[in-house]
T-cell receptor
Framework: GNSVTQMEGPVTLSEEAFLTINCTYT??????LFWYVQYPGEGLQLLLK?????DKGSNKGFEATYRKETTSFHLEKGSVQVSDSAVYFC??????????FGTGTSLTVIP | DADVTQTPRNRITKTGKRIMLECSQT?????MYWYRQDPGLGLRLIYY???????NKGEISDGYSVSRQAQAKFSLSLESAIPNQTALYFC?????????????FGPGTRLLVL
């Protein structure tokens, strides 16, 4: 079946620190992979996505590379800001199918 | 205006009551979804609909029902609310055309069942 596993949180970092949030998946074929972000009191919004192996999604300084060989899609940012404090969800889907979300990783960035 | 709206945003109800959560979208998408979010469990799919005549159960549909009144409207009902249905509920839409189908979420409804 399809599933997504994210690193456990919460994660607390100082401003300007390097961020990595691990995500691995189980799926048949070649799913599309996503990172969504949920800011306090809001719904989820798309952060970035990748639709095929070796693609790199990027947005707002965040990056993630679709690694078929390791079934991973780790989220990285070189220098986090206080405004990046949020919950981050990794997700996958196959075209025409439902989405599968990880459990979310809470990030707090302190000044 | 928001593309996906949910009403109410907050609701307190008592055990045994029937309640309805509503979702409307202006994105013109055929596909709509209801999720619940619980701490440590992420998002779990309750029901989804790929068009007006299509309704499918998700991972945790027991105790819930839905109605797809129009392309733009998808309602979730709790027939007889119980305390473990206390959660944050999200509606979402998606468009399967193009590459990398993306889901668009509403702001959520926070439900407390006493």
């Amino acid at each position: 079946g399809n599933s997504v596993t994210q690193m456990e949180g919460p994660v607390t970092l100082s401003e300007e620190a390097f961020l990595t949030i691990n995500c691995t998946y189980t799926a048949t074929g070649y799913p599309s992979l996503f990172w969504y972000v949920q800011y306090p009191g809001e719904g989820l919004q798309l952060l970035l996505k990748a639709t095929k192996a070796d693609d790199k999604g990027s947005n707002k300084g965040f990056e993630a590379t679709y690694r078929k060989e390791t079934t991973s899609f780790h989220l990285e940012k070189g220098s986090v800001q206080v405004s990046d404090s949020a919950v981050y969800f990794c997700a996958l889907t196959h075209p025409g199918n439902q989405f599968y979300f990880g459990t979310g990783t809470s990030l707090t960035v302190i000044p | 205006d928001a593309d996906v709206t949910q009403t109410p945003r907050n609701r307190i109800t008592k055990t045994g009551k029937r309640i309805m959560l509503e979702c409307s979208q202006t994105k013109g998408h055929d596909r709509m979804y209801w999720y619940r979010q619980d701490p440590g469990l992420g998002l779990r799919l309750i029901y989804y609909s790929f068009d007006v005549k299509d309704i499918n159960k998700g991972e945790i549909s027991d105790g819930y029902s839905v109605s797809r009144q129009a392309q733009a409207k998808f309602s979730l009902s709790l027939e007889s609310a119980i305390p473990n249905q206390t959660a944050l509920y999200f509606c979402a839409t998606s468009d399967p055309t193009g590459t990398g189908e993306t889901q668009y979420f509403g702001p959520g409804t926070r439900l407390l069942v006493l």
